[in-house]
């Protein structure tokens, strides 16, 4: 009965995944990212391809027109790539990273949205405004006080030195979950290189210092530690593991709430295979996930304790926005950033009122909306939260001031990610033409002979990101950075199988 319920709870698991990974790839697809030309839609703001997205068409096409006609081209490329995989792998993986530094070089101006309330604050944190910011978004105060601490030990608040720490970190993550596959599964490392390395060339986000990037190595962290601790051939040291992955939740929890979701789906994953398997494998997981929550409880306690004591920027009582305010956000309109209702907890003098405000809102558009109406809100709002492989890039509010320079080489990069760039197209579609690899990769390969627990951990963490953004403030696929390094593992893990139904659907070319 209990191997049963486990076997049809993965089934399940896995068929709520397939629906939703279908889905996703499905409004990859059919992003207005891919339009050839030039476009007046909201998301692509009137960029235009070049000869670059030309380019990049000619060589795909190449590459396949010589697979299908020339054995001899097929061989080169299996040596290249798949003999010499981890040398290759490699080799474009230090040179997507030396990309990123050149990038960084060129591009690094000031942002607007909520950066720009961030980089303020660290530089004048009496301003009123500002006050009133951080008295509402208190989500932000952490990682305030985290930047206010590096610009005092580096001394210095450039918009460079911040956007410098955005790629460290962002370089951090990638390397963590290099170190993720190289403990779980070596064979798997050309893979996460390979991926990683086109993840890094068209990732222009990793300059912005907000929680979304800072966040990353956290995440990243989080499976690793999770990894060592019940999923690696070391037998000592698992208890320390387990701790240190209760530690890492405080910060990862205090730089965005919503990054906790990954460990929600650890502790069902093991939990699942635990009762499944012998009363053994149950004792372990119920030791190591104390530790776990000793380490969350300890370093939560101790990090809300000392938010209370800060004296760095002084905050107006009872101002905090509260969590019910961002499920009626994500119920308005495109079900992201909603300006009224903003206004109005501005406005609202205490917490009661907000949240009476909000849940207003709330039976009000249920009530507009309906049941299949709902529904369908949802479906288009899973859209809207997943389609764009920019991650939202240049959609936010002022989100650059300045305009791109036209001198080399500092204006070749920022002709591809400023306003009115040149190639902001063309960056547009090779951004877009990764996330639908990435997706494709995931999707051919979901099924797994044996899902192993980190497999369905994996799954559970993403379809947990995906509801999280449906239910809350969504609306444009920034919010899924903070999830990548989830894809990307999961896509290295897919490659195998992926690669193994493209053999056998295109084995008549040979």
């Known amino acids: 009965m209990r191997l049963k319920l486990f076997a049809k709870t993965k089934t399940s698991i896995n068929w709520i995944f397939t629906i939703f990974i279908f889905l996703t790839t499905y409004f990859a697809l059919v992003s207005p990212n891919f339009t050839l030309g030039e476009t ?4 692509t703001l009137g960029a235009k391809t070049t000869h670059i997205t030309l380019l990049f068409l000619g060589c795909l096409l190449g590459l396949f027109w010589g697979c299908w006609a020339s054995s001899k081209f097929r061989t080169l490329l299996q040596r290249l790539f798949i003999t010499h995989a981890l040398l290759c792998s490699s080799g474009l993986f230090i040179l997507a990273l030396l990309w990123q530094l050149a990038f ?16 303020s604050a660290v530089i004048d944190p009496t301003d009123r405004e500002l006050i009133g910011y951080f008295s509402s978004n208190t989500n932000n105060l952490f990682l ?27 370089f951090c993550s990638a390397w ?15 893979a996460i ?12 986000m990793s300059v912005v210092a907000y929680s979304d990037i800072w966040v990353l190595p956290l995440v990243s962290l989080v499976i690793l530690c999770y990894i060592l601790t ?51 494998h149950l004792k372990l997981f119920l030791a190591c996930l104390s530790l776990v929550i000793l380490g969350t409880g300890l370093s939560c306690s101790y990090t809300d304790h000392a938010l209370k004591q800060q004296t760095y920027i002084a905050l107006y009582p009872d101002k905090t926005i509260p969590p019910i305010h961002f499920i009626s956000m994500g119920m308005t309109g495109t079900g992201g950033y909603d300006p009224k209702q903003a206004l109005e907890m501005a406005k609202l003098p205490d917490r009661k009122a907000r949240v009476t405000y909000s849940k207003k809102i709330i039976k009000q558009q ?18 809207r939260n997943t389609a764009d492989g920019t991650f939202s890039w240049l959609l936010e509010g002022h989100f650059i001031k300045g305009q791109a320079a036209t001198k080399r080489p500092h204006g070749f990069f920022q002709q591809f990610v400023y306003p009115k760039g040149r190639y902001l197209g063309d960056f ?27 497999i369905v951990m994996l799954k559970l963490a993403i379809l947990g990101g995906f509801i999280y953004l449906l239910i809350f403030e969504g609306g444009r696929s920034r919010y899924l950075i903070q999830f990548l390094p989830l894809f990307l593992l999961l896509g290295s893990l897919s490659l195998t199988n992926t690669w193994q139904i493209l053999n056998r659907s295109f084995a008549w070319i040979k």
């Open 193 to 204: 290189l390979y991926i990683q390395a086109l993840w890094l060339f068209v990732f222009p």
């Open 144 to 170: 305030l006080l985290i930047m206010h601490k590096l610009s005092q030990i580096f001394g210095t608040h450039s918009w460079f030195f911040f956007a410098s720490c955005s790629v460290f970190l962002t």
């Open 104 to 119: 960084l070089f060129a591009v690094h101006p000031a942002f607007g949205f909520d950066v720009t309330a961030l980089h």
């Open 366 to 383: 249920l009530h507009k909306k309906g049941f299949f109406g709902y529904l369908r809100f949802l479906f288009f709002k899973q859209q």
């Open 40 to 43: 007046q839609t909201p998301q």
């Open 428 to 454: 547009r579609y090779l951004a877009q033409s990764f996330w639908l690899f990435l997706l494709l990769i995931i999707t051919l390969g979901r099924n797994f002979k044996a899902p192993t627990p980190l």
């Open 230 to 280: 019940f999923h690696s051939s070391l037998k000592t040291g698992r208890l320390f593991f387990a701790v240190c992955l209760g530690v890492t939740v405080a910060p990862l929890y205090f730089i965005k709430p919503s990054a906790v979701i990954p460990l929600i789906a650890m502790v069902l994953s093991e939990l699942l295979f635990a009762v499944a398997k012998r009363p053994a």
């Open 176 to 190: 963590l979950n290099l170190l993720s596959v190289w403990v779980y599964d070596r064979t798997k490392l050309p």
